[in-house]
């Protein structure tokens, strides 16, 4: 039997990043990292263009998508249910358990990513220091976090079961200090990050290094009109 031709992953180290190198090794699939540095703006090249039109990480390319040709795949939810599908892991196919998941994947990105993302971006990036925007995503966030938090005062994991919906918030939550949250003021939050920190697999995907994103200067004028001074081309 031929081996299995490994996964490309267009990656760089944030939340969105996570979830899929989580999603990869919990699966155990063969996969090898693509970086692709956001500061420099290597997302508007067309090569990576051609995988992610929306010039956004995470990606990737699967050389045996279905019917054995290739596929690539953006947005990181599509990813988490693309790979879900593929190995029948972390999504189940009975239809019950399934809309639980899509429930609280959806929630996370339409909901706690973009305001973790607008809280994060307020208090350490823009340029002066609006109150009201402070306030008002950092309140988001907590309010988000509650909502977590009830929901996992009665089961161990989001959707019942560890699925794709705990790896696709997991990375958020490891940077609540940044977002101006305690998660010492939500138990279950707390114990849930604990349990998912925890296992193998998701240490494994936490370790993965991309020297040059240690080296970005977010102070750097030019990096700064890379990532947050974009308009359509």
Request: charged share 25%.
């Amino acid at each position: 039997m031929p081996r299995q031709k490994p996964i490309e992953l267009y990656y760089w180290p944030t939340p969105n990043g996570w979830k899929i190198s989580i999603m990869l090794e919990e699966c155990g699939l063969p996969y090898v990292v693509r970086p692709v540095d956001i500061s420099k703006g290597e997302q508007f090249t067309p090569e990576f263009l051609a995988i992610s039109p929306n010039n956004r990480m995470p990606a990737i390319v699967d050389p045996s998508g279905p019917g054995g040709r290739r596929i690539s795949v953006f947005e990181s939810g599509a990813i988490l249910q693309y790979l879900g599908r593929k190995t029948g892991k972390f999504y189940p196919r009975d239809e019950r358990a399934r809309v639980a998941v899509e429930e609280w994947l959806y929630w996370q990105v339409g909901g706690l990513g973009p305001m973790a993302g607008q809280a994060t971006h307020f208090r350490h990036y823009a340029p002066e220091k609006i109150i009201y925007a402070v306030a008002r995503y950092t309140d988001e966030v907590n309010r988000l976090y509650g909502v977590m938090n009830k929901r996992l005062a009665g089961r161990e994991f989001l959707a019942g079961r560890y699925s794709i919906a705990d790896m696709a918030c997991v990375g958020w939550v490891r940077l609540a200090e940044r977002q101006g949250q305690d998660l010492g003021e939500f138990k279950h939050l707390k114990r849930w990050f604990e349990t998912v920190r925890a296992r193998a697999a998701v240490k494994r995907a936490f370790a993965i290094r991309v020297p040059a994103a240690s080296a970005v200067d977010m102070r750097d004028p030019k990096v700064r009109a890379v990532l947050f001074g974009q308009r359509a081309r």
